[in-house]
């Protein structure tokens, strides 16, 4: 019963290059999640989405950054245009319902470093 | 003032101490509260889930004062194994949306 599955595990982009990060939830998991953790800081919610809808993106960067999770695939998150402070990990977490009483799991993440 | 606030450490204790980590939050409206734990450049896992009679799993103690929107976690009988950062998380709103952490108490429990 695999977990939440992220890739690809690291990611270097140069300036100005599009980065996509994939995420595919638990099995019969339809929410997901995804968190920016900056080097030597917590973690920091981005967005929220359920089968394509986006349900909470208040924690997304007004520009260059973009999220979907179509009906079927994995959910992407999309940084159009890297900058150096978009290097950081980038973690998704999925759980079965929109209550959050029983926290949730995460992937093992995705290191982006931008250079 | 941050909406989770914990000292970030780091906490270096021996081999079989007793740590306590505590954990204030904003948002006197918060429903759910858990500690995760996260090794170095890994993902958070969950710790254990905080309720407000307080509960306990092995050597790991969480206690949860809304009053005083406080949350703790005790170890007992560190292990080696023990070291990481411990994050406290808060649900503020009962729903999955933004679960808030925050930055984390580095423990390094040493031989």
């Known amino acids: 019963n695999a977990g939440v599955m992220q890739n690809p595990r690291h990611l270097v982009r140069r300036r100005g290059q599009e980065a996509r990060l994939r995420c595919s939830p638990m099995?019969?998991?339809?929410?997901v999640y995804w968190y920016r953790q900056l080097p030597e800081e917590g973690l920091k919610f981005m967005v929220y989405?359920?089968?394509?809808?986006?349900?909470?993106e208040s924690g997304m960067p007004k520009e260059r950054f973009s999220a979907e999770f179509p009906k079927e695939g994995p959910s992407i998150l999309r940084i159009q245009q890297v900058v150096r402070g978009d290097s950081a990990a980038y973690f998704c977490?999925?759980?079965?319902?929109?209550?959050?009483?029983?926290?949730?799991?995460f992937g093992s993440g995705t290191r982006l470093t931008v250079v | 003032r941050k909406e989770v606030e914990q000292d970030p450490g780091p906490f270096n204790v021996p081999e079989g101490a007793t740590v306590a980590f505590n954990c204030t939050y904003s948002n006197s409206a918060s429903q759910s509260f858990f500690w995760y734990r996260q090794d170095c450049r890994k993902e958070p896992k969950l710790l254990m889930s905080?309720?407000?009679s307080g509960n306990e799993d092995g050597r790991f103690t969480a206690q949860l004062n809304r009053a005083s929107q406080y949350i703790s976690l005790l170890i007992r009988d560190s292990k080696l194994s023990d070291s990481a950062t411990y994050l406290c998380?808060?649900?503020?709103?009962?729903?999955?949306?933004?679960?808030?952490f925050g930055s984390g108490t580095q423990l390094t429990v040493l031989p």
């Open positions: 977490a999925s759980s079965s319902s929109g209550q959050g009483n029983y926290g949730y799991t």
């Open positions: 099995k019969g998991h339809s929410h």
């Open positions: 905080v309720y407000s």
């Open positions: 989405l359920q089968k394509e809808n986006i349900i909470d």
């Open positions: 998380v808060v649900n503020p709103r009962g729903s999955a949306r933004q679960l808030t």
